[in-house]
T-cell receptor, first 117, second 116 residues
Framework: GAGVSQSPSNKVTEKGKDVELRCDPI?????LYWYRQRLGQGLEFLIYFQGNSAPDKSGLPSDRFSAERTGESVSTLTIQRTQQEDSAVYLC???????????????FGQGTRLTVV | AQKVTQAQTEISVVEKEDVTLDCVYE???????LFWYKQPPSGELVFLIR??????QNEISGRYSWNFQKSTSSFNFTITASQVVDSAVYFC?????????????FGTGTRLLVSP
């Protein structure tokens, strides 16, 4: 696609339920990133995929959070047994290559706004 | 450790006013990149500028200008003659060259409201 696509755009769920968020990166982008943006806060890194390498999960806040990506395609972020503190906007980004250089850029989706009630 | 501070939580201006968004950063690296992103109400982050720490020249792009001062560890962003379409949250971010985008350190953002 032309840009990074995320679905759903909004999700309201009850505390304790599982949710699955989807990210469709730009075609050909090897690197994919998930970030969390809490109200009034900057972006927090969650997880990073690069090609077929093992993902960097160092930002996942708890074992209730997991993510998958098949090859260089779609990624899903799953939050199990949701809690109210999980309420946030979850942003996905992709880049052609993973490194920050003068000529590379990460492109962001519009995010999924998750509200846990 | 790296840190980015955007002390202004929200700024309100009237159209055509000039406005400056402040960004102060902390890093022990001698080489680094600084970024500004715009997050309009639609939600996605839009890249505005990347600045290498070796290049202290100020940059102007249309109504946008950036003032990078290593002496004060600041990378401020000025919008001249603001427009309603400039209303958004603006994020400043910091990175080490060659590292991944997952290592970007973001400030907490400044919400800019431009009223007609």
């Amino acid at each position: 696609g032309a840009g990074v696509s995320q679905s759903p755009s909004n999700k309201v769920t009850e505390k304790g339920k599982d949710v699955e968020l989807r990210c469709d990166p730009i075609s050909g982008h090897t690197a994919l990133y998930w970030y969390r943006q809490r109200l009034g806060q900057g972006l927090e890194f969650l997880i990073y995929f690069q090609g077929n390498s093992a993902p960097d999960k160092s930002g996942l806040p708890s074992d209730r959070f997991s993510a998958e990506r098949t090859g260089e395609s779609v990624s899903t972020l799953t939050i199990q047994r949701t809690q109210q503190e999980d309420s946030a906007v979850y942003l996905c980004a992709s880049s052609l290559v993973p490194q920050v250089t003068p000529n590379t850029e990460a492109f962001f989706g519009q995010g999924t706004r998750l509200t846990v009630v | 450790a790296q840190k980015v501070t955007q002390a202004q939580t929200e700024i309100s201006v009237v159209e055509k006013e000039d406005v400056t968004l402040d960004c102060v950063y902390e890093t022990r690296d001698t080489t680094y990149y600084l970024f500004w992103y715009k997050q309009p109400p639609s939600g996605e982050l839009v890249f505005l500028i990347r600045r290498n720490s070796f290049d202290e020249q100020n940059e102007i792009s249309g109504r946008y200008s950036w003032n990078f001062q290593k002496s004060t560890s600041s990378f401020n962003f000025t919008i001249t003659a603001s427009q309603v379409v400039d209303s958004a949250v603006y994020f400043c971010a910091l990175s080490r060259p060659g590292t991944g985008f997952q290592k970007l350190v973001f400030g907490t953002g400044t919400r800019l409201l431009v009223s007609p």
